[in-house]
């Protein structure tokens, strides 16, 4: 059983960082892709960073150039540094994972979930 929990949520003022950690365990990573999704009061929640199964990572738009998505294979550990945060980024932000029958790509719905955790920015 895939579990995940995540941690480093907190609040900052715009233009600060912060670096989200999701500890994973009960799984492989090498056949899974993993994911950070957030959903903002009131709005659906979206996909914010993924990493497949050869490393390679994508972003939302909204959030290219200022999000870094990485894991830590010997920690087992996903993280997500945000810089240069906006009042947008507001929301509670979630790590995900889902196996996956493709080496580069992430197609489907994220089977895995963890518990979320707050990140609030300020203006």
């Known amino acids: 059983q895939v579990q995940l929990v995540e941690s480093g949520g907190g609040s900052v003022q715009a233009g600060g960082s912060l670096r989200l950690s999701c500890a994973a365990s009960?799984?492989?990573?090498?056949?899974?892709?993993l994911g950070w999704f957030r959903q903002a009061p009131g709005k659906e929640r979206e996909r914010v960073a993924r990493?497949?199964?050869?490393?390679?990572?994508s972003y939302a738009d909204s959030v290219k150039g200022r999000f870094t998505i990485s894991h830590d294979n010997a920690k087992n550990t996903l993280y997500l540094q945000m810089n240069s945060l906006k009042p947008e980024d507001t929301g509670i932000y979630y790590c995900?994972?889902?196996?996956?029958?493709?080496?580069?790509?992430?197609?489907?719905?994220?089977?895995?979930w963890g518990q979320g955790t707050q990140v609030t920015v300020s203006s």
């Open positions: 995900a994972a889902r196996e996956s029958a493709y080496y580069s790509a992430c197609p489907g719905a994220f089977a895995y």
């Open positions: 009960g799984y492989t990573q090498s056949r899974y892709c």
């Open positions: 990493i497949a199964r050869d490393g390679g990572t």
